[in-house]
């Protein structure tokens, strides 16, 4: 079965630090970019972050650079995002995403069901 | 940084009706690369439209794209209940990856 099973979230304190994995499973995930999309309570959505198949490229919001770091291992067919200093408006359910077929390809053809990250005191 | 704006914010249809949903990118999506989602409430977005104009795996054929530069359509040709929805453009030919805030198309 084609899928994403993403884990991890749950309530931190401001400043605080969390890491969310997204275990993917029926197809070559190795072969593919991955992303983590987040959507905040009631809001629209926001690309957060990017990975090259092989680990050799990222990208990443202007929100989250020097705080977040997303890495993959391929060998596990698992993607991660790791959250340091963490805010308030960090809060929302964060999805990870597989990237279309090819590098140019940055939409997203499938996505997990997402996992909550709450930023509270 | 490529801003989207969909309009309206809501479209309110029946049944049976066209909906049409508009996307404006603030400069030129390189490209095409312009892409549709659906998220229905509680759910993850699904991807109905790549490239502006391509159904995804599954898509029905109610539903199509089209555009180019900056100025990009999503038309849902009979909309049947389970279309109801709110639905999300996204340019992915410049970084960063960004999305219009969504139009909701509601009964």
Not at chain 1, 52 to 69: C, I, L, P, Q
Not at chain 1, 80 to 96: G, Q
Not at chain 2, 77 to 83: F, V
Request: hydrophobic share 30%; aromatic share 12%.
């Amino acid at each position: 079965q084609v899928q994403l099973v993403e884990s991890g979230g749950g309530v931190v304190q401001p400043g605080g630090s969390l890491r969310l994995s997204c275990a993917a499973s029926g197809f070559s995930f190795s072969s593919y970019g991955m992303h983590w999309v987040r959507q905040a309570p009631g809001k629209g959505l926001e690309w957060v972050t990017f990975i090259r198949y092989d680990g050799s490229n990222e990208d990443y919001a202007d929100s989250v650079k020097g705080r977040f770091t997303i890495s993959r291992d391929n060998s596990k067919n698992t993607l991660y995002l790791h959250m340091n200093s963490l805010r308030v408006e960090d809060t929302a359910v964060y999805y990870c995403a597989k990237n279309g077929p090819s590098g140019y390809d940055c939409y997203f053809d499938l996505w997990g069901r997402g996992t909550l990250v709450t930023v509270s005191s | 940084e490529i801003v989207l704006t969909q309009s309206p914010g809501t479209l309110s249809l029946s049944p049976g009706e066209r909906a049409t949903l508009s996307c404006r990118a603030s400069q030129s999506v390189t490209f095409s690369y312009l892409a549709w989602y659906q998220q229905k409430p509680g759910q993850a977005p699904r991807l109905l439209i790549y490239g502006a104009s391509s159904r995804a795996t599954g898509i029905p054929d109610r539903f199509s794209g089209s555009g180019s530069g900056t100025d990009f359509t999503l038309t849902i040709s009979r909309l049947e209940p389970e279309d109801f929805a709110v639905f999300y453009c996204q340019q992915y030919g410049t970084s960063p990856l960004t999305f219009g805030q969504g139009t909701k198309v509601e009964i």
